[in-house]
T-cell receptor, first 114, second 114 residues
Framework: AQSVAQPEDQVNVAEGNPLTVKCTYS??????LFWYVQYPNRGLQFLLK??????LVKGSYGFEAEFNKSQTSFHLKKPSALVSDSALYFC????????????FGIGTKLQVIP | EAGVTQFPSHSVIEKGQTVTLRCDPI?????LYWYRRVMGKEIKFLLH????????ESGMPNNRFLAERTGGTYSTLKVQPAELEDSGVYFC????????????FGNGTRLTVT
């Protein structure tokens, strides 16, 4: 069975500082990894994904994530946090090969402090 | 293009009643997923349609839940009879093609069973 762990319920960071939201995963075969963001009373919005190739992937709003196969991690990062980045962030995994379900983590609340 | 739409946005029902949630995916998306999030917990997979067929329904809690996807277009999720533990936010998502495509989420239906 595939799974995702987001070890931090909440991450607090000062505006302008770099941020990291952690994610580790477990899956059989080659992983497809995703980050989504949820703003209040809205659905999840896709940020970025890793399918294959370069381990550092760049996405929307200046976010990036690094795939580390040996550590089975896919941490979300941004060099300089904005107050508007405050939201709930979900890491997700599926695996290659046909139609596959996507498994989500518990979510991490990011609070950017002005 | 129109996004994924869900109806209703909120529903409050009494224990033992029936509720039907509806999801209209993005036109042309073969994959349709139902997920549920209970407050503070992970976004839990319920089931996955590919066109009109159930690809994976391993996440359906019990036989009080029935999902259908008419002609491979919109989908309904019926809960009958509802129990208190069914409360949560039900998300629908769709995607085109096979694995690796990001999911497009609706805004969710918040179900409260009293």
């Amino acid at each position: 069975a595939q799974s995702v762990a987001q070890p931090e319920d909440q991450v607090n960071v000062a505006e302008g500082n770099p941020l990291t939201v952690k994610c580790t995963y477990s899956v059989s075969g080659n992983p497809y990894l995703f980050w989504y963001v949820q703003y209040p009373n809205r659905g999840l919005q896709f940020l970025l994904k890793y399918i294959t190739g370069d381990n550092l992937v760049k996405g929307s709003y200046g976010f990036e994530a690094e795939f580390n196969k040996s550590q089975t991690s896919f941490h979300l990062k941004k060099p300089s946090a904005l107050v508007s980045d405050s939201a709930l962030y979900f890491c997700a995994v599926s695996h290659s090969g046909g139609y596959q379900k996507v498994t989500f983590g518990i979510g991490t609340k990011l609070q950017v402090i002005p | 293009e129109a996004g994924v739409t869900q109806f209703p946005s909120h529903s409050v029902i009494e224990k033992g009643q029936t509720v039907t949630l509806r999801c209209d995916p993005i036109s042309g998306h073969d994959n349709l997923y139902w997920y549920r999030r209970v407050m503070g917990k992970e976004i839990k997979f319920l089931l996955h349609f590919v066109k009109e067929s159930k690809q994976d329904e391993s996440g359906m809690p019990n036989n009080r839940f029935l999902a259908e996807r008419t002609g491979g277009t919109y989908s309904t999720l019926k809960v009958q009879p509802a129990e208190l533990e069914d409360s949560g936010v039900y998300f629908c998502a769709s995607s085109p093609g096979q694995g690796g495509s990001p999911l497009h989420f609706g805004n969710g239906t918040r179900l409260t069973v009293t």
